[in-house]
């Protein structure tokens, strides 16, 4: 089998956000805080009839009946996500009623987490299982789903949600480039969930930035290493046409690419500038660890990557700047964003992608993107993404009632004996929705 990788994508979120320019006003904070400081646009987010398994369940079958795919060609399921709902049970097993009903129940596979990784383990195992022994010719399916809450402070506006779901196959029209590829993994307590009665995490906001970034030096270096080992010449940010990165908020992205460039100054590239080397240099001798506390570098970095981020990242940061981070789906929403945005002029190109899990995990890989017939085309797959009317019919909510959903969902969250408010209203058809919860925490779903 040959260039294992992506045939089909299909997104979902829900149909309610809340404009960051809103919640700078509500929240008290300076104006501009959460849209320049943080770079972001509104945020999605669940009422109490949507959660992780609803969206899930809800792309599967989107993905499924638009792309014509008999549910008994799938042959192993993955899915990525850190929102713990029924804790030792999957939310693979959920996702296995579609699949039941058409008598197919022979399908590998389960959760994988580690925050926002889980979603790119889910990836990488099944395109090993296709590359595999094991393989029996089926599909695989990858979804990523996760609804990204956080307690009242500076981390609330970097929440979202949204589900994601990527068929699996040889001959796809987004491969995988599997020689090319970085990982970074550690232990360090930067944003976990240690308290099992709260949907929210405890986070070092700052720590975490810090990881996010030390990370990503680490994974380019072995990305880089790796590739000039197989390629016979250096690696530098000329050489891919889009960066894709893990996106909480975009004002990190933009100081991730910044950071790549400073990588490739460090490296002695040749594409580094005269001019650029020069604004440069004043910081060549800073150890690593004062690069990353050194406001300056960060500011003269990101305006000498300037010019190369508006062509080769910023057409990836649409959906992540308008939903948030969706955790495990916010890479492959902001590889959707690019797929959106470029369509078949893609083909040909290499796209590198960096994934990155609180905690510690992390890895840089890459893609290729080759020509495809019908249904699996590039343009064909940006069709049904369908990103500018899904954001377009978006119900916009005023910040408190997008605070009393989050209250709400405080006593909600690992809560049994209730029954939701089955207000569907904003649902589009063929939308999974929660109705009620038993007293035994069973969970019930209808579709609208
Ligand atoms: N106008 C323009 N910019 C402003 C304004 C304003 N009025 N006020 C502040 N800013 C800028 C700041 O200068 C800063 O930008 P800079 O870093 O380029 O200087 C930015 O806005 C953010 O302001 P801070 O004071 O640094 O923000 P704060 O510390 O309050 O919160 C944080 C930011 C730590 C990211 C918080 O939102 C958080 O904890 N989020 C969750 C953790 C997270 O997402 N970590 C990332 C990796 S791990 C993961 O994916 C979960």
Known sequence: VKDVGILAMDIYFPPNC?????????DGVSKGKYTIGLGQDSMAFCTEVEDVISMSLTVVKTLLKNYNIDPKCIGRLE??????????????????QIFEECGNTDIEGVDSSNACYGGTASLFNCVNW?????WDGRYGLVVCTDSA?????????????????????????????????????????????????????????????TCYLMA????????????????????????????????????????????????DFLRSCSIVDKDSREKLEPYSGL???????????????????????????????????????MYTASLYAAFASVVHNKRDALVGQRIVMFSYGSGMTSTMFSFKINEFQHPFSLSNIANILDISNKLESRHVVPPKKFVEALKLMEHRYGAKDFVTSQDTRLLVPGTYYLTHVDSMYRRFYAVK
């Open 149 to 209: 809450v956080y307690a009242e402070g500076p981390a609330r506006p970097t929440g979202g949600a949204a589900a994601i779901a990527m068929l699996i196959g040889p001959n796809a029209p987004i491969s995988l480039e599997s020689k090319f590829r970085g990982s970074h993994m550690a232990h360090v307590y930067d944003f976990y969930k240690p308290d099992l009665a709260s949907e929210y995490p405890v986070v070092d906001g700052k720590l975490s930035q």
């Open 130 to 134: 296709v590359e595999s022994n094991s």
């Open 287 to 325: 150890s690593s660890e004062e690069s990353y506390q050194s406001r300056d570098l960060e500011k003269v970095c990101q305006q000498v990557a300037k010019p190369l981020y508006d062509t080769k990242v910023q057409p990836t940061t649409l959906i992540p700047k308008q939903l948030g981070n």
């Open 18 to 26: 809340v404009l960051q320019e809103e919640l700078e006003a509500h």
């Open 216 to 263: 990503l030096d680490s994974c380019y270096k072995t990305f880089c290493k790796r590739y000039e080992k197989i390629e016979g010449k250096p690696f530098s940010i000329v050489d891919a046409d889009s960066f894709v990165f893990h996106s909480p908020y975009n004002k990190l992205v933009q100081k991730s690419f910044a950071r790549l460039y400073y990588n």
């Open 79 to 96: 899915v990525g996500s850190e929102t713990v709902i029924d804790k030792s049970k999957s939310i693979k097993t959920w996702l296995m």
